[in-house]
């Protein structure tokens, strides 16, 4: 069983910084990319920013140059540093990792509970 836990969202001003933190727990093999996404109400859920195991990111265009994603595989843990904050970027942040367990031969998606984050002043 595979646990994916999320924490560090809460309530910033604009031009505020977080740190979110996701940690994957329980019977993993490996884990490829891992990566972070957001939901907004009314909206579609998207990426915001992937990491893959050597350390390749991609970035959605609305978050270059403020957002920084990173991981630490000695801790199965990926972190995404959000700076310059804005209202727009108020949503329920999920965390994402592809990986293996050792049941199994195949890596799937794995989820997240969620975390809010919210912008206002």
């Known amino acids: 069983q595979v646990q994916l836990v999320e924490s560090g969202g809460g309530l910033v001003q604009p031009g505020g910084s977080l740190r979110l933190s996701c940690a994957a727990s329980?019977?993993?093999?490996?884990?490829?990319?891992m990566g972070w996404y957001r939901q907004a109400p009314g909206k579609q859920r998207e990426l915001v920013a992937v990491i893959t195991s050597t350390g390749s990111t991609n970035y959605a265009d609305s978050v270059k140059g403020r957002f920084t994603i990173s991981r630490d595989n000695a801790k199965n843990t990926v972190y995404l540093q959000m700076n310059s904050l804005k209202p727009e970027d108020t949503a329920v942040y999920y965390c994402n990792a592809d990986l293996r367990t050792y049941v199994s031969s195949w890596s799937y998606d794995y989820w997240g509970q969620g975390t809010q984050v919210t912008v206002s002043s």
């Open positions: 329980g019977s993993i093999f490996s884990i490829n990319a």
